[in-house]
């Protein structure tokens, strides 16, 4: 298994542009999370999804789009980038959080520059 | 609302010595999951271990041990005879029983293991 899987590793963006972060799990997990982490903080939560056709926000969506069209897939959109969203993104799964722990990708590096 | 609190910022020792990571969490829910992760330089999530409010009973596996009491909200994390390769930053992490929104994350604490 492939575990989450997150694309690209790292990106550069011009104040303004867009772009989609990937994030894809093999593991037939339902619930799946975008965090970011910025330097001397924890993770703090962007969006997440119970299922596919279900999103909602977390602690700090602004300026962040998400959707969950099928089980293994949940990308993020950041429209017109801002330097404040230089951070280091993590995608994450869970199957049930009662009874599992929850699988990381290997994050994306992204500067705004 | 949930808080995990982290107040150790960084702590560096000496190999071989004993170190302890605290944890104080904040919740209302009676069900919790508390997690540890550790972030190498290298960056990635690695999970270290996973407690119920349910279980309170100590843990050990290998050099790391962890100390869960629900009196005083806390789980700590020790580990024995530190080597240079526990160098890293150990996030502290709170997951709600009665919620979806996954976990919430102390600030870390950085991890210095010098030779």
């Known amino acids: 298994n492939a575990g989450v899987t997150q694309t690209p590793k790292f990106r550069i963006l011009k104040i303004g542009q867009s772009m989609t972060l990937q994030c894809t799990q093999d593991?037939?997990?339902?619930?799946m999370y975008w965090y970011r982490q910025d330097p001397g903080m924890g993770l703090k939560l962007i969006y997440y999804?119970?299922?596919?056709?279900?999103?909602d926000k977390g602690e700090v969506p602004n300026g962040y789009n998400v959707s969950r069209s099928t089980t293994e897939d949940f990308p993020l959109r950041l429209e017109l980038a801002a330097p404040s969203q230089t951070s280091v993104y993590f995608c994450a799964s869970t199957r049930n959080r009662q009874n599992y722990g929850y699988t990381f990708g290997s994050g994306t590096r992204l500067t705004v520059v | 609302a949930q808080k995990v609190t982290q107040a150790q910022t960084e702590i560096s020792v000496v190999e071989k010595e004993d170190v302890t990571l605290d944890c104080v969490y904040e919740?209302?829910?009676?069900?919790?999951?508390l997690f540890w992760y550790k972030q190498p330089p290298s960056g990635e999530l690695v999970f270290l271990i996973r407690?119920?409010?349910?279980?309170?009973q100590n843990e050990i596996s290998g050099r790391y041990s962890w100390n869960f009491q629900k009196s005083t909200s806390s789980f700590n994390f020790t580990i024995t005879a530190s080597q240079v390769v526990d160098s890293a930053v150990y996030f502290c992490?709170?997951?709600?029983?009665?919620?979806?929104?996954?976990?919430?994350f102390g600030k870390g604490t950085h991890l210095i293991i010098q030779p």
């Open positions: 919740t209302r829910d009676t069900t919790y999951y």
């Open positions: 407690r119920n409010s349910f279980d309170e």
């Open positions: 992490a709170l997951s709600e029983g009665g919620g979806a929104d996954g976990l919430t």
């Open positions: 999804s119970v299922g596919a056709g279900i999103t």
């Open positions: 593991m037939n997990h339902n619930y």
